[in-house]
């Protein structure tokens, strides 16, 4: 399917994205060219197939519920870009 | 001594014929000699390097004797490293430090290797060229015009440019063999949840897969037992015993089964390359090795579900970069939403971002079951194709890559053309595989990889063939001109 710039938009906004206006039109015709690579996936009739989702279909381990790690709050925060007395800083999102 | 392969240096480390901090000087002032033209390194940690060498050294003289002991080694800058900046060839990630080290670099350093640095990539590891790194392109040793292919292509032209004797790499749609075969080394991709992802920075998560890259299959052989094994906080990560790959690969090759497929010698494939793998079949028939053609009937489909399953699991995994908890955070933003948008605009290059677009796209409502459950069901015809050849034969031979490296700026007008680069690789990380590529000659002076693909864990047996094509051929043993 041809992506066209509204579209771009759109998704833009879901992946959280902001994008260069000059450039919304290379990413439709690139996105496009993508999507129709994909498209030829249809070529192959897939009805009785089932999905794969993991390549050696494995199912989720489980362990026993205690604590294995510690907290380690100070480090973790070093690599953050703003933190205050262990919170992390973020622009005022209540009034 | 920066000839000498890593099985080499574990013996004249032994020996006393160097020490480890010799070795490693030696090699950082290759490092600085060549990185400036080669780019291959990220980043260069000389002196915690040469301390822990000189660490190595002692615990030696008092009668250590790890095999890897001392033995320099690289990491792809996709592993986290504690208190080493990781940056995922990202500007997201310019000035990231984790507080953590990979499984993979824990299991490297409890075994006494030393990591002189962290190799370029691809960012994020999307891309065949290494021209998507925020760090700057990746000179290929054999011909500085070309590309060393990617997404570990530091990792490659490093072990190649002999300026480390092995280095880690990942490989998520050929990003270890498809630089290997450009490069002229070999390098594995072991079965999906065979090495720990715990670390491994994460591009798509079904499909990610770490493996060693060296000169030499035994190289191979002693790095994937060293970095293989159960790993608790990885999920994926399958709780099986680890093979003895070193004691695999002096097996004969007598009464071999070796596939064949039609799909893989087909028009895509150029006609020098085509013959460097005739010559290559021809040395492992002398071996014992007998060859029969075989179907993978799919194949044409690999590239096109591959392209819709790896954005789809990247536009998820790479949403945790919000300019919040680590990473780029844009300038004086006005709003939570603006911070997440600049930052994440400024912070991934373009590659990323159109991956991140389609990845959306195909799982949005509406959409998901035409691109994701769709790729997902081919997916699973491409597998059900090795499962069928995997009955008539061990292992499967064809070439890792459609042309031997191509020149910078050659592939970056056109996302598909690049994604096209992938084609025969792309099959085993769909199904799970384990795959190799060694090198089988050379194409006006630009090598040639050969791929082995194997039965889930049967890494031994790839390790093995190669090795063994390796005792009758010299094409690894090639260095460049330049870098001698």
Redesign the interface.
């Known amino acids: 399917m041809a992506v066209d710039e509204k579209t771009v938009a759109q998704v833009a906004h879901l992946a959280r994205l902001s994008i260069d206006e000059n450039r919304v039109t290379e990413y439709a015709d690139e996105m496009s060219k993508v999507l129709a690579l994909a498209e030829t996936m249809n070529d192959i009739n897939t009805d009785n197939v089932e999905p794969m989702a993991h390549p050696t279909h494995a199912v989720q381990r489980l362990r026993e519920d205690k604590v294995t790690e510690t907290s380690q709050r100070e480090a973790f925060q070093q690599c953050a870009p703003s933190v205050e007395e262990g919170y992390y800083l973020v622009p005022q999102v209540i009034e | 001594m920066h000839k000498n392969t890593i099985a080499e240096v574990c013996q004249n480390l032994a020996n006393g014929d160097y020490s480890s901090k010799e070795l490693c000087q030696h090699l950082l002032e290759r490092i600085s000699r060549f990185n400036q033209s080669h780019n291959a390194f990220i980043e260069v940690s000389a002196d915690a390097a040469l301390s822990s060498a000189e660490a190595a050294d002692q615990l030696r003289a008092k009668g250590a004797n790890a095999p890897l002991l001392g033995v320099p080694i690289a990491h792809k800058d996709i592993f986290c490293t504690e208190g080493i900046r990781t940056s995922c060839g990202s500007r997201m990630l310019e000035?990231?430090?984790?507080?953590?080290n990979a499984t993979v670099v824990e299991k490297f350093n409890a075994a006494g290797t030393i990591c002189l640095g962290k190799t370029n990539m691809d960012e994020f590891a999307m891309g065949s060229s290494n021209e998507n790194s925020y760090f700057g392109s990746v000179a290929n040793p054999w011909d500085t015009d070309r590309v060393p292919g990617g997404s570990s292509g530091g990792s490659a032209a490093a072990v190649a440019a002999r300026l480390v004797p092995a280095t880690t790499g990942t490989d998520t749609g050929g990003s270890i063999r498809q630089p290997a075969a450009f490069c002229g080394i070999t390098g594995i991709k072991p079965?999906?949840?065979r090495v720990s992802r715990y670390g491994m920075i994460a591009f798509a998560s079904?499909?990610d897969q770490g493996g060693p890259m060296a000169t030499t299959a035994e190289d191979c052989a002693l790095l994937l037992e060293a970095m293989s094994g159960f790993d608790?906080r990885d999920?994926?990560c399958?709780d099986r015993p680890v093979e003895r790959y070193i004691d695999a690969i002096d097996q004969s090759l007598n009464g071999l089964k070796v596939g064949l497929p039609r799909e893989y010698f087909s028009a895509e494939l150029s006609a020098p390359i085509a013959a460097a793998l005739q010559q290559a079949i021809e040395a492992l028939q002398k071996l014992g090795a007998t060859f029969v053609d075989i179907d993978l009937k799919?194949q044409?489909?690999a590239?096109?579900?591959y392209?819709?399953v790896a954005?789809a699991e990247c536009?998820s995994n790479l949403?945790r970069f919000?300019?919040?908890?680590?990473?780029?955070?844009c300038e004086s933003?006005?709003?939570?939403?603006?911070?997440?948008?600049?930052s994440?605009?400024e912070g991934?290059g373009r590659e990323v971002?159109?991956r991140?677009?389609?990845g959306?796209?195909?799982l949005?409502a509406g959409y998901y079951d035409a691109?994701y459950?769709?790729?997902?069901?081919?997916?699973?015809?491409i597998?059900q194709d090795f499962a069928r050849a995997f009955e008539q034969v061990d292992v499967i031979l064809g070439p890792t890559t459609p042309t031997t490296a191509f020149k910078h700026g050659e592939n970056s007008d056109?996302?598909?053309a690049m994604?096209l680069n992938d084609i025969f690789t792309i099959p085993a990380?769909?199904?799970?595989?384990p795959a190799l590529s060694a090198p089988c000659g050379f194409v006006e002076g630009l090598p040639v990889g050969l791929q082995l693909v194997g039965n889930?864990f049967d890494e031994g047996r790839l390790l093995n063939i190669a090795h063994q094509y390796q005792q009758v051929t010299d094409w690894h043993r090639q260095i460049p001109a330049g870098v001698e």
Request: aromatic share 14%; proline share 8%; net charge positive.
């Open positions: 000035n990231f430090v984790p507080p953590y079965t999906y949840g079904s499909l608790e999920s994926t399958i799919n044409s489909l590239v096109p579900a392209y819709v954005p536009s949403s919000d300019g919040v908890r680590y990473g780029h955070r933003p006005v709003d939570l939403e603006d911070l997440y948008k600049r994440r605009a991934f971002k159109r991140i677009l389609i959306t796209y195909a949005s691109y459950i769709k790729a997902q069901k081919v997916r699973n015809l597998s056109d996302p598909v994604y990380n769909l199904a799970g595989l889930y």
